[in-house]
């Protein structure tokens, strides 16, 4: 009992501090000047990304066994999986509510009855555009990353500086881009340490961001290891709560921070999040468990790759078709399904 109490303790402060990081990294931007989407793709993502990299990390370089150091190739895999079907399909159905609301509340004012949820393609075309060019970055990436894992040769190990090599470039683009496809900068809420302050301390936006980066990090492994525990008390074995149960785990401050962005209304930033946690995870990880393992992949690891391919070719032909939708983008969660259920046989 005490495992699922702890459960909803973890989840319950993740979203809470999830809250304070959100704000204090749109203030993080604004003192650094950056770009509007660059605060979802590279700083939010930075933030958001540390859980799961830093199991990938633990994993290859203190694992004893090739056993423990598979764990840091499973988190490896399993992030963008997650990301790519959980997390998107997450927003997705948070955008379809938020829209169903509004559209009811006008319904209710004027009598109107608006276009459906479901066919209102998704906000601004430019940051549009701008998301297909990160799935267009990430999935050759990808491939690159599952490949490697199919095949063996002495020099693999020194292709993990290239994934890092990779990550530095899409860094420096996104920087440089700007507020390409973002907007203006646009008033921020008072940063909560400073909540009477029109133009809060550079040390105050800070320390908020560290303090609740801290809380997220150890929240989010605390949640993993009652999972870990959890998964057994419920029949599942250890491979199975691995890769089905802990990247979803591992990546819930990037669902956080989605439902929170598209409940204020921020939905380019919500995907923003998302699709720069999948460019670190295709890439940071990745560099880790090339340069510290043999990077073989069994038939699970390969299914789940085979999977993350899927839905963001998925995702991008609808971009590039500019018929993205709250719709089909909650419908990028049917994948993680399809995941789950090809993967029973794969582990029997």
């Known amino acids: 009992m005490i495992h699922f109490v702890l459960l909803v303790v973890c989840a319950a ?179 909560r340490l400073q909540r009477g302050a029109a133009s809060p301390a550079t040390w105050a936006v800070v320390a908020q961001t560290l303090l609740t980066l801290a809380v997220i990090f150890f929240a989010s492994q605390l949640f993993v290891k009652q999972l870990d525990a959890i998964g057994p008390m419920l029949g599942l074995s250890g491979a199975v709560t691995a890769l089905l149960l802990s990247p979803v785990a591992t990546e819930l401050p990037e669902v956080m921070n989605a439902v929170i962005w598209v409940r204020q209304g921020k939905t380019d930033l919500a995907l923003a999040n998302i699709s720069g946690s999948m460019m670190i995870q295709a890439t940071v990880p990745s560099g880790l468990g090339l340069l510290f393992t043999s990077w073989k992949f069994d038939a699970a690891l390969v299914w789940s790759g085979v999977i993350t391919i899927a839905a963001i070719v998925y995702l991008l032909l609808t971009m590039r078709a500019h018929r993205l939708t709250a719709g089909r983008l909650a419908a990028a969660a049917a994948f993680y399904v399809a995941f789950a259920a090809g993967l029973v046989p794969l582990l029997l």
């Open 13 to 191: 402060a993740i979203y809470l501090s999830c809250e304070w990081f959100v704000n204090a990294v749109e203030w993080l931007g604004r003192r650094l000047d950056v770009g509007r989407m660059a605060v979802g793709t590279i700083l939010a993502a930075f933030g958001t990304a540390l859980p799961e990299s830093v199991v990938t990390l633990v994993a290859v370089t203190t694992g004893s066994t090739a056993e423990a150091k598979d764990v840091g190739v499973g988190a490896a895999m399993g992030g963008p999986l997650a990301l790519s079907t959980i997390a998107y399909g997450v927003t997705g159905l948070m955008l379809l509510l938020r829209r169903r609301r509004r559209a009811a509340e006008l319904h209710a004012e004027t009598g109107l009855v608006p276009a459906g949820p479901r066919t209102q393609a998704l906000g601004d075309e430019k940051a549009v555009r701008r998301l297909a060019k990160d799935q267009t970055w990430f999935l050759p990436i990808f491939g690159v990353k599952v490949a490697l894992g199919l095949v063996a040769f002495s020099f693999k190990p020194v292709l993990g500086v290239l994934f890092f090599a990779a990550y530095g470039v899409y860094f420096w683009r996104e920087i440089r881009a700007g507020d390409e496809g973002g907007g203006a900068h646009e008033e921020l809420e008072p940063l």
